[in-house]
């Protein structure tokens, strides 16, 4: 069982910047790719960043192509988000998502994903 725990979110001023973290535990999180989605007010779940399970590739959705980056430390067994020049809208709650490595996948997909955190709330100010 694969327990992943999202740091806490906060707010903040529009072109301002946040670190988000996800801790793992339960797991060979080395073997794991990983990624974060978020959901809005109103809306879907949406794709925001992954990370392969070498991080030797990461995605990113175009909304936030420039402005976020992903990262992995595998020995403290955590992933990261930072978020810079931040919008009113990427104000929604952010969830870590991971799933063991196979063959095939794709990593811009929740539907993917076998474990999730519990989520974090950011709110970005006009």
């Known amino acids: 069982q694969v327990l992943l725990a999202e740091s806490r979110g906060g707010l903040v001023q529009a072109g301002g910047s946040l670190r988000l973290s996800c801790a793992a535990s339960?797991?060979?999180?080395?073997?794991?790719?990983m990624g974060w989605f978020r959901q809005g007010p109103g809306k879907e779940r949406e794709f925001v960043a992954a990370i392969n399970w070498g991080a030797s590739s990461t995605y990113y959705a175009d909304s936030v192509k420039g402005r976020f980056t992903i990262s992995r430390d595998d020995a403290n067994l955590s992933m990261y988000l930072q978020m810079d020049s931040l919008k009113p809208d990427d104000t929604a709650v952010y969830y870590c998502?991971?799933?063991?490595?196979?063959?095939?996948?794709?990593?811009?997909?929740?539907?993917?994903?076998?474990?999730w955190g519990q989520g974090t709330q950011v709110t970005v100010s006009s």
């Open positions: 339960g797991g060979a999180f080395s073997s794991f790719s």
């Open positions: 998502a991971a799933v063991e490595f196979r063959g095939g996948i794709r990593l811009t997909s929740s539907t993917t994903y076998d474990y």
